[in-house]
């Protein structure tokens, strides 16, 4: 079945240390996105890219760097630089042919927590 | 800019009953789409329904159906026959260039 996949669903470093946080996708979907989740609030975006070898930055992608070598995947690197990384993050794909309207499809989710 | 406001953090209904969820947006974008997207304990976010901005006709999909009041850049969801599966976060989204979401309503039903 077609799906996204983030893994770990748990990651848990220490402060000062970089972390990369895995999304795999077998949708064929042009679109990835990058979304961080606080508690109680809604998604905010970190990044997205439309094309593979290009993307942009979101809102909030201060501390945050992401690379898109392949079709497939979109790994999303937190480095030291990010003041608050502890956060539920949500990777997501699109199929941008289907146009605007096209619906993200979700991956489950890793929590990171950094002490 | 892309802006999405959801008035309302918790809203609870009795189960069988109507709900109504507010959202408003801003864009300066002219074809854009509007979404609803529920995310329940589980925390997978699963897309309840979505909207065309050119489209006057509002969604509906089974229990689910929109107000789109697109002059006054309003997304209402109404959710009627209110179910205790129902419970869970409602996120509002705008897609133009990116989809952007508002703040979320956690959604209670008591049975």
């Known amino acids: 079945d077609g799906g996204i996949t983030q893994s770990p669903k748990y990651l848990f470093r220490k402060e000062g240390q970089n972390v990369t946080l895995s999304c795999e996708q077998n949708?064929?979907?042009?679109?990835m996105y990058w979304y961080r989740q606080d508690p109680g609030q809604g998604l905010r975006l970190i990044y997205y890219?439309?094309?593979?070898?290009?993307?942009q930055k979101g809102d909030i992608a201060e501390g945050y760097s992401v690379s898109r070598e392949k079709k497939e995947s979109f790994p999303l690197t937190v480095t030291s630089a990010q003041k608050n990384p502890t956060a539920f993050y949500l990777c997501?794909?699109?199929?941008?042919?289907?146009?605007?309207?096209?619906?993200?499809?979700f991956g489950n989710g890793t929590r990171l927590t950094v002490t | 800019a892309q802006t999405v406001t959801q008035s309302q953090p918790e809203m609870s209904v009795q189960e069988a009953e109507t709900v109504t969820l507010s959202c408003t947006y801003d864009?300066?974008?002219?074809?854009?789409?509007l979404f609803w997207y529920k995310q329940p304990p589980s925390r997978q976010m699963i897309l309840v329904i979505r909207?065309?901005?050119?489209?006057?006709q509002n969604a509906t999909e089974n229990r689910f159906s929109v107000n789109f009041q697109k002059a006054a850049k309003s997304f209402s969801l109404k959710i009627s026959d209110s179910q205790l599966g129902d419970a869970a976060m409602y996120f509002c989204?705008?897609?133009?260039?990116?989809?952007?979401f508002g703040g979320g309503t956690r959604l209670m039903v008591k049975p």
């Open positions: 890219s439309q094309i593979v070898n290009d993307f």
């Open positions: 949708l064929n979907h042009d679109a």
């Open positions: 997501a794909s699109s199929n941008r042919r289907g146009g605007l309207g096209s619906p993200l499809h």
């Open positions: 909207q065309e901005a050119y489209k006057q």
């Open positions: 864009t300066s974008e002219s074809d854009y789409y």
């Open positions: 989204g705008n897609a133009g260039n990116m989809l952007t």
